[in-house]
């Protein structure tokens, strides 16, 4: 019988990122190292540094031995989901009223009502100024 594995999003592990929830990412799997931070040889400032990320990189980079890998194992919680988060997308219909007119008809009402509005003044006491001569 397979085994079920969770599958985390790369956002959901990016928010165990601190020294009481941490996460890191290594090879498409997701690590829970919270109980691990004090016995990490390399220390808990190096586990923290990739927290809440991909650190596959570091990871190899850092050359750790066949015994470390064994024991990264027994922290495994589940895979990263390989379908990307897309974000939803709006679709507009041309029979469907837009807000675009909407805020453009505002914004213009806003940058051309302050002049308007000092023109229309400075008419006024263009005649006024003009009636008392």
């Not at 959901?12 to 799997?29: L, M």
């Not at 050359?63 to 895979?79: F, N, P, T, V, W």
């Amino acid at each position: 019988m397979p085994t079920i594995t969770k599958l985390y999003s790369m956002e959901e592990a990016s928010q165990h990122n601190t020294q009481d929830d941490c996460w890191v990412v290594i090879d498409g799997k997701v690590y829970d190292v919270t109980n691990y931070l004090d016995e990490h040889p390399g220390g808990d400032d190096v586990l923290l540094s990739a927290a809440g990320r991909d650190s596959t990189e570091e990871f190899e980079e850092a050359g750790h031995s066949k015994s470390a890998r064994e024991l990264m194992q027994d922290y495994c919680i589940g895979e990263l989901d390989p379908t990307p988060a897309i974000p939803e997308l709006e679709i507009f219909r041309k029979d469907q009223p837009s807000n675009l007119v909407t805020k453009f008809s505002s914004r213009a009402l806003q940058y051309w009502a302050v002049p308007a509005a000092i023109a229309g003044i400075s008419v006024v006491a263009a005649i006024l100024y003009s009636r008392k001569k």
